[in-house]
């Protein structure tokens, strides 16, 4: 007996969820087929489509899931931090812990979503910009604290993500490098290109670039 008329559960939507994330990760948006998430879920259509009226919804849903899940873990760490710098020196560990984490969602949110269209294009270009917006409050904070000079944060901030981006999609298709793994080489290169001096003291490590 199928639930045509499903009751709503957060566990059923979170098992359709999973399930479009090992799909589209495997598949790609445009070979998966709403009976493919069905069956990885062990639901039904009247389920799915309970929760999402079309593969498209489910998509953009993932997107918005892997920004909150990110966004909500740099909160919770940085805001702790009392300087601009510490907080970007921490976000950027955050950010490369959490994408080695859910490489899945990664490779949804910041590979897939690019040239499916205007409704991907508008998500993933909000997306990008929520994550701009917070590196450069953090810049604006360093500046005015003197951590370091006046720039232009917003070309800064845009700097910064565009190389986040590049080390994750390559990572994302080949595998390398670990986002762990280019963490030193990376905060030092941006650190430096915000005039950060040498002897800066790393919040996430402790260790001076």
């Known amino acids: 007996m199928t639930d045509a008329s499903p009751i709503p559960t957060q566990e059923t939507r979170e098992r359709i969820l999973e399930a479009a994330v090992k799909v589209f990760a495997t598949k790609g948006y445009h070979d998966t087929k709403v009976d493919d998430i069905v ?99 953090n810049l604006d904070e360093a500046v005015a604290e003197g951590s370091i000079p006046a720039l232009d944060t917003e070309v800064a901030a845009c700097a910064w993500m565009g190389a986040l981006n590049e080390i994750i999609l390559r990572w994302v298709y080949t595998g390398q490098p670990d986002p762990i793994r280019t963490l030193p080489a990376l905060r030092k290169l941006l650190l430096q290109s915000v005039g950060v001096p040498l002897k800066t003291k790393s919040a996430a490590n402790g260790d001076g670039i």
């Open 39 to 137: 069956s990885e879920s062990r639901t039904s259509k009247g389920s799915f489509y309970f929760y999402f009226p079309s593969k498209q919804d489910i998509f953009l849903a993932l997107v918005d899931t892997f920004a909150e899940l990110l966004e909500s873990r740099l909160r919770a760490r940085i805001d702790s931090e009392t300087s601009g710098m510490a907080r970007l020196d921490l976000a950027l560990h955050v950010c490369l812990e959490t994408f080695g984490q859910y490489r899945g969602l990664a490779k949804i949110a910041f590979v897939q979503a690019t040239g499916l269209g205007l409704a991907f294009e508008e998500k993933r270009r909000a997306v990008n910009d929520r994550f701009i917006e917070i590196i450069k409050n």
